[in-house]
T-cell receptor, first 111, second 114 residues
């Protein structure tokens, strides 16, 4: 069945890099997404990658996609305290409105 | 910089009440979504609207209905609230054009049904 899995927690020191991992199961997914949710707020779409790409970089964010292993990762360089939040990955197929979300990874950045 | 707003941040209702959750977007997006978010379950789609007066059921539509009479407004209705509908409700809008996609979420409505 369709499922997206993430680890629950990640703790890093300010200035270090953070790597948040995600695995998905639907090989027909066209888009893979990363969202950030700060306390008491809705989700913010950070970035997305097409399934025919291996990597996408956007400022401090780097997304890596291993389609063979169905593994997606988000690397945050020079992590700041403002990056503390819950991060969700999601998959979606072209032409549909359905997204399958992971349960989120809570990132805590230690000063 | 308002993009997606939701009518209430917090709501407390009693079992059996009819509840309206309103969502408004100012980006002229055609697609709008209602999700509920529960701990350990991620986001689950309740309903999707791809245009005015158009809707599709999501994964958990039971106990909910929606209305989209104008492009900017998407309403979620709980016909008879029950305690298992206590949750965080998130509205979102989307534009997808070729390979470009934008999505915005509202701040959420935390609903408590007593």
């Amino acid at each position: 069945g369709e499922d997206v899995e993430q680890s629950l927690f990640l703790s890093v020191r300010e200035g270090d890099s953070s790597v948040i991992n995600c695995t998905y199961t639907d090989s027909s997914s066209t888009y893979l997404y990363w969202y950030k949710q700060e306390p008491g707020a809705g989700l913010q779409l950070l970035t997305y990658i097409f399934s025919n790409m291996d990597m996408k970089q956007d400022q401090r964010l780097t997304v890596l996609l291993n389609k063979k292993d169905k593994h997606l990762s988000l690397r945050i360089a020079d992590t700041q305290t403002g990056d503390s939040a819950i991060y969700f990955c999601a998959e979606g197929a072209s032409g549909t409105y359905k997204y399958i979300f992971g349960t989120g990874t809570r990132l805590k950045v230690l000063a | 910089d308002v993009k997606v707003t939701q009518s209430s941040r917090y709501l407390v209702k009693r079992t059996g009440e009819k509840v309206f959750l309103e969502c408004v977007q100012d980006m002229d997006h055609e697609n709008m979504f209602w999700y509920r978010q529960d701990p350990g379950l991620g986001l689950r789609l309740i309903y999707f609207s791809y245009d005015v007066k158009m809707k599709e059921k999501g994964d958990i539509p039971e106990g909910y209905s929606v209305s989209r009479e104008k492009k900017e407004r998407f309403s979620l209705i709980l016909e008879s609230a029950s305690t298992n509908q206590t949750s965080m409700y998130l509205c979102a809008s989307r534009s997808r054009w070729g390979n470009q996609e934008t999505q915005y979420f509202g701040p959420g409505t935390r609903l408590l049904v007593l």
